[in-house]
């Protein structure tokens, strides 16, 4: 299995509250980039939110293939919106995108 960093964006289009921000923050902890050598050399935080209420949320997955690491991380990308009280429409997701690999092959 390989360990990848996968980033997924997205738009809300409602404000988000402190409260949402806190239970969408707990529910992506298991995959959270802080784990690996990459998530902490990097201090990639597991959301990030921007002014205008864009978003990234930076995964660590294991997978056997990168197209599998994608459909992960947005599994569980969907999962803690949903979880958070954020649907499809008030939390769109752009597409996955792979940003590490880490193979650890030693």
Known sequence: MTTYLISVPGT????????TRTRLTRAL???DP??????SSEDLDVLNVNEDNTFTLRL??????????????????????????LDES?????????????????
């Open 12 to 19: 809300f289009t409602t404000g988000i509250g402190a409260d």
């Open 60 to 85: 660590s997955v294991e997978a056997d293939t990168g197209p599998h690491a994608e459909e992960e991380a947005r599994r569980l990308a969907d999962s803690a919106l949903r979880g958070a009280g």
């Open 90 to 106: 008030s939390a769109p997701l752009g597409p996955a995108v792979i940003t590490g690999i880490d193979s650890d092959a030693d």
């Open 34 to 39: 802080h784990g690996t050598r990459m998530g």
């Open 29 to 31: 902890r298991p995959a």
